[in-house]
């Protein structure tokens, strides 16, 4: 009897030594240096500048020469865009670029909120900073950092950021937000050494975060976002308050999920599938390897000589265009790789998706911006981040038409705080930037901790 309980203690003491050290566990990272040479003597400079978009006359002629010079090659009869950008809807997209887009006014736009700059680990960082005009008497704001991914920017953000700082429900939350470029992207520096991954980039924001005055914040994140915000949270769980994600395909697959993709389809009740999660992910061949690799493409080549390409890219605007349009085509529906025009202006206006174009063109970033994934996948698919859990309060928006489906048996494995697992009505890849009607941010406010009536996350 004795030694009965002697073994029933030992096993729930090393059943509960296991169980808290996997929730206190949390991702380890050191400091870097990514400026050129080595790091200067004395300490880091935590100067804050105000930055603004600027253009110029040669920097419009260069553009313009070099779309005039350009070589269209004619596409295949009924290709549409199966076979990527279809040629003859880019002369109408490069025609409209050429003739009639105005970049400077895009300029001012961009300009209609505060840009800043301040060096993080010998790099510099680029941001925007939007505080709330009006904050109803007892409201506090929240303060909210918001990433993007490849091939967006910023400026994905810019149609959320008034719903989010300026709400028209004064029962509404009030958000200060934070939108950073990803190092190596837009307007930020791009590291002079190898090396620089998602997790450099999250220690990176958080040193951003601290340098503003946050001790605390709420993270947003799609695309490479997602990862950086996760791992944000991975390395802070006490200085991230809440986490929310559109995009969160899984680090590390396990028994759960290899045997919701063996049985979910006779079983669906058994790992909680919805109708919507069968037809995204069966036939599992067809869904989730066929489709993968039909919109993959791209990330290997990124994953592996990301200059080469990035080189033509770089001295060619209309292939650069061609290179990033066609993924606001494709990744937003499947279904416009068969239209003529890959239906991205259903969803997009051709000012806004050209503005994105100029900022990669204009900075010189998609080289760098490529590299990303270089220094992601290049370090293998065992990193330390991938094992480790996510505590933090999150939130998952899943929209209906994003490059890979992931249901919420699969979320749940990594966000073990999962407080909402929303099923949004519309919209892919690039929720934020093709989405921003007012009904579409109701979950601003919906993920709410248990413990606490403050909100976890910002969503769509």
Sequence with gaps: MFTEVLVALVIGGLIFFLVQRSRTQVLKTEDGWWGAGAPPNGGEDITIHAFKVTT??????????RIDQTRPVP?????????????HYLQRVVS?????????????????YPHFKTNIEGIDIHYLHVKPKKVPEGTTTIPLI???????SFYEFYGLIPLLTEPSDPGDLVFEVVCPSIPGYGFSEAPHKKGFDSVCAARVFHKLMKRLGFQQFYAHGGDWGWL??????????????????????PSKPGLPMALSIMLGHRFPKLFDFTDFDIQRLFPAMEKLVVESVKESGYMHIQATKPDSVGRALNDSPVGLATYILEKFSTWTSRDFRSLEDGGLTRKFSLNDLLTNVMIYWTSGCIISSMRFYKENF???????????????PTGFACFPNELIHTPKLWVKQKYRKL?????????GHFAAMEDQEPASIQSVSCCLSPSSPQPCSAAY
């Design 96 to 112: 409209y670029w050429r003739n009639d887009f105005d970049w400077s006014r895009q300029v001012d736009k961009l300009n209609l």
């Design 228 to 249: 950086v915000t996760t791992n944000m949270a991975q390395l802070e769980p006490k200085t991230v308050k809440g986490l929310h994600v559109n995009f969160a395909p």
């Design 56 to 65: 110029s006359d040669d920097e419009l002629k260069d553009l313009y020469r």
């Design 146 to 152: 918001m990433v993007h991914g490849w091939p967006g």
């Design 75 to 87: 596409s295949l009869e009924d290709s549409q865009f199966h076979y990527g950008f279809n040629s």
């Design 419 to 427: 407080l909402t697992f929303t099923t949004m009505a519309r919209g």
């Design 378 to 392: 290049g370090k293998g698919l065992n990193q330390p981040h991938s094992k480790i859990p996510v505590y933090v």
